[in-house]
């Protein structure tokens, strides 16, 4: 079935980086954009960026510029974000979500990617 | 780029109708017909409910609905039910390829 299917929880210390990957399955990887929503515990989603997994094309939120990369290996239907720097206030889940090509909203989401950053 | 503002919470009795409001500006609600709403119990992903400012996914009950005035969107709930509680965010298209998400409301179902 159509899915995405995120790596596991991560704990990092402070200063260092995170790469979490997203496996979609069951429709065309290369159709559809990725993009990247993170939730600190508590908190509301906080869009990120995204990545066009066709050309490797990528937008960021102006927040994450110079701290985020997203990129994409089409020959195993993933998408990945990295992102350095890590401060405490990163410790969030962090979801990929797929938008329809001639829509504007985010039309399935992975499960979340919980990742903790802690001395 | 500032998150678009909604009410902490809302609550109605079930059968009820509840609405939520997301206020923006012009560089994102105001300025497109491109306005989300998502539903996201504890511990669950966020889902789809409206999008388009009023149209409906496939599946999604015909009781949620929405609009759009000026900067400000609203989702409407009719007929609550107990599922129905749950977080709620809205989401804008904000010009160059970009979103903002709304500040969330809780949802309560007395």
């Known amino acids: 079935q159509v899915q995405l299917v995120q790596s596991g929880a991560e704990v990092k210390k402070p200063g260092a980086s995170v790469k979490v990957s997203c496996k979609a399955s069951g429709y065309s990887f290369t159709g559809y954009y990725m993009h990247w929503v993170r939730q600190a515990p508590g908190q509301g989603l906080e869009w990120m960026g995204w990545?066009?997994?066709?050309?490797?094309?990528?937008n960021y939120a102006q927040k994450f510029q110079g701290r985020v990369t997203m990129t994409r290996d089409t020959s195993i239907s993933t998408a990945y974000m990295e992102l350095s720097r890590l401060r405490s206030d990163d410790t969030a889940v962090y979801y990929c979500?797929?938008?329809?090509?001639?829509?504007?909203?985010?039309?399935?989401w992975g499960r979340g990617t919980l990742v903790t950053v802690s001395s | 780029q500032s998150a678009l503002t909604q009410p902490r919470s809302v609550s109605g009795s079930p059968g009820q109708s509840v609405t939520i409001s997301c206020t923006g500006t012009s560089s994102d609600v105001g300025g497109y017909n491109y306005v989300s709403w998502y539903q996201q119990h504890p511990g669950k992903a966020p889902k789809v409910r409206i999008y388009?400012?009023?149209k409906r996914p496939s599946g999604v009950p015909d009781r949620f609905s929405g609009s759009k005035s000026g900067n400000t969107a609203s989702l409407t709930i009719s007929g609550l039910q107990a599922e129905d509680e749950a977080d709620y965010y809205c989401?804008?298209?904000?010009?160059?390829?970009?979103?903002?998400f709304g500040t969330g409301t809780k949802v309560t179902v007395l």
């Open positions: 388009d400012v009023s």
């Open positions: 990545i066009n997994p066709n050309s490797g094309g990528t």
């Open positions: 989401c804008s298209y904000a010009g160059s390829y970009t979103f903002v």
């Open positions: 979500a797929i938008r329809p090509a001639t829509y504007w909203y985010f039309d399935l």
